[in-house]
């Protein structure tokens, strides 16, 4: 249990760190969510064990889906029913299998403003 709050905790203040001002209310929404748990803003952050991390950061995300029309749409469908485990497209960049849903801790409104924030990440 102390690791886990450790772990937590550490992540928190890497993505204040890496946060742009003004996005203090994105991070707290991700951070209440759980997103952190799994996600950083910054490549190379390490999962458990020092494993790769679970899901791919934000600024990864960033990148690829920033020229993909629909891609606001796609992700935020995603965050709200979780991914197929069998359709990873992050594999072998995370130790994670599949997101899983999340419209029980976020609303779709939510979801779809932290999806904006993360594509708008440079």
Do not use: F
Not at 11 to 25: S, V
Not at 66 to 80: C, D, N, R, Y
Not at 101 to 119: C, G, H, T
Request: proline residues 7%; aromatic residues 4%; glycine residues 10%.
């Amino acid at each position: 249990m102390n690791r886990l709050l450790i772990a937590l905790t550490t992540a928190l203040l890497a993505a204040q760190a890496w946060a742009a001002p003004g996005d203090d209310e994105v991070l707290k929404l991700a951070n209440n969510a759980g997103c952190m748990t799994c996600h950083h803003i910054e490549p190379g952050g390490k999962g458990p064990n020092g494993l790769p991390p679970i899901g791919p950061a934000w600024r990864e995300v960033a990148a690829k889906y920033k020229s993909q029309k629909g891609a606001q749409q796609q992700l935020t469908a995603t965050v709200m029913a979780g991914s197929s485990p069998y359709e990873s497209h992050w594999k072998g960049k995370v130790s994670g299998l599949a997101m899983p849903p999340n419209k029980v801790v976020v609303s779709e409104a939510d979801a779809a403003r932290l999806v904006a924030w993360i594509l708008a990440l440079e």
